[in-house]
């Protein structure tokens, strides 16, 4: 008989994460439904290392995740692989543009405004700045296109998340992470199932790595439907609508 594995890859902010709130209450039936059916579910977020142990813990996630767009995966017993570039050169990079950019990084911003901005606690803030891989900011009225190319010169990308944008390495990705995972998981199952869950153009990528790509509706904003095979969005918003996508899928499994 052949083995399968179903595995679910989710983004946190927006999606299994209230905007808002950042409550999952509304998840807790897609989460019991994997729980129950031993089912490992794999953050993969913008969220850093610090922040991310800390949610997975609270919501009772899978110990394997993926952190900052994919700058780092997290394994078992605390072993990092690491697939972007390092902080202090995205910071380098961060005061280069400055100079022709009005951006403004989170190695710019007191804790007090990253609290305002994303409606953290003052010490969840903290603990958001601790960055390795991706620097999360803000440009108003910037053209997008020009930026891209001035970022390109360094070998980095700028990728659109929920709240932010994101400067990271070229070849750092959500899908990137999710296809390591994905290795793995085939070398030990003969058969794996896999669900991606998100909400922002950051997981795009993410979303055509699996065979079962989810977007989870958003309500504050329209969002961009990509053109993916089998992509299906869902009819409610945030942390319901992934439980409105787990439930649709894994009763058709």
């Not at 989710?10 to 709130?21: F, I, V």
């Not at 620097?135 to 709240?163: C, H, M, N, W």
Request: proline share 4%.
């Amino acid at each position: 008989m052949t083995r399968q594995k179903i595995v679910v890859f989710t983004d946190l902010d927006a999606t299994l994460l209230d905007h808002d709130n950042y409550s999952f209450a509304k998840a807790q039936s897609g989460l019991d439904l994997c729980r129950r059916l031993q089912i490992p579910v794999i953050a993969v977020t913008s969220k850093t290392l610090d922040e991310t142990r800390i949610w997975v813990e609270r919501i009772g996630l899978d110990q394997r995740f993926v952190f900052e767009n994919g700058g780092g995966i997290h394994l078992e017993d605390d072993e990092i692989i690491n697939l972007g570039v390092d902080y202090s050169v995205l910071r380098q990079i961060m005061v280069k543009l400055s100079s022709s950019f009005p951006v403004r990084g989170f190695g710019d911003m007191a804790a007090e405004e990253i609290v305002e901005r994303t409606g953290l606690s003052f010490e969840e803030a903290k603990i958001a700045a601790l960055r390795r891989f991706s620097e999360p900011f803000i440009s108003p009225e910037t053209d997008f296109e020009e930026l891209e190319k001035a970022v390109a010169i360094y070998g980095l990308q700028v990728v659109r998340g929920g709240r932010f944008f994101h400067l990271q390495a070229a070849k750092q990705s959500k899908g990137n992470a999710v296809a390591y995972l994905l290795e793995h998981f085939n070398a030990d199952c003969a058969r794996v199932i896999s669900l991606a869950l998100g909400d922002s153009p950051n997981d795009f990528n993410m979303f055509a790595k699996v065979d079962y790509p989810w977007l989870v509706r958003h309500p504050g904003k329209r969002q961009m439907i990509p053109d993916i095979e089998n992509l299906k969005v869902t009819s409610k918003f945030g942390p319901e609508g992934w439980s409105e996508a787990i439930v649709t899928t894994l009763n058709k499994l």
